[in-house]
């Protein structure tokens, strides 16, 4: 904006630093849902997240207030759980609340949506397999870029 309004050097400057700002934002937006899904998170906490990088550094006290709830604590679920019988666990309290003596504390699992056994072995591939998880984190965002690249800006392009 300095060079903008200031210097008078044109739009050039906005518009990069505007996709910056956006591929960041967007960046925010899917590691919440990720940590939201891990940590199985009810909807609305990871909507939240996500939404709390639309106002500038709102993140900050979003992230002190879910570390003080210990909502951040935990390992990544990136293998099954076992069970007490020595089985499989299918949902329920399995993962991070699953008592598997690693300090975690316990998860409300109620209305998340990592619940789901489709939603939990889908998380669990993808966290077995960072590079994949990057690739595909990266191939989202820059989807998504493009996608609003297309459609413009709010108030239309002036």
Not at 73 to 90: C, D, I, K, M, T
Not at 135 to 147: D, K
Request: hydrophobic fraction near 50%.
């Amino acid at each position: 904006m300095v060079l903008k309004y200031g210097v008078r050097v044109g739009d050039w400057p906005v518009s990069i630093a505007g996709l910056l700002h956006g591929v960041v934002f967007l960046s925010f937006a899917a590691t919440a849902v990720l940590v939201g899904l891990n940590q199985r998170w009810p909807v609305l906490r990871i909507l939240g997240t996500a939404a709390a990088a639309v106002v500038p550094y709102a993140t900050i006290p979003v992230e002190r207030w879910l570390s003080r709830r210990g909502a951040l604590r935990g390992v990544w679920r990136s293998e099954e759980p076992a069970v007490a019988s020595g089985g499989r666990a299918h949902g329920g309290a399995g993962g991070i609340a699953g008592g598997s003596g690693r300090g975690s504390a316990a998860v409300s699992s109620r209305g998340s949506l990592g619940d789901a056994p489709a939603v939990d072995s889908a998380l669990r591939w993808v966290l077995a397999r960072p590079r994949t998880l990057a690739a595909l984190l990266v191939a989202a965002v820059a989807a998504i870029t493009a996608v609003l690249l297309v459609i413009g800006p709010p108030g239309g392009r002036g």
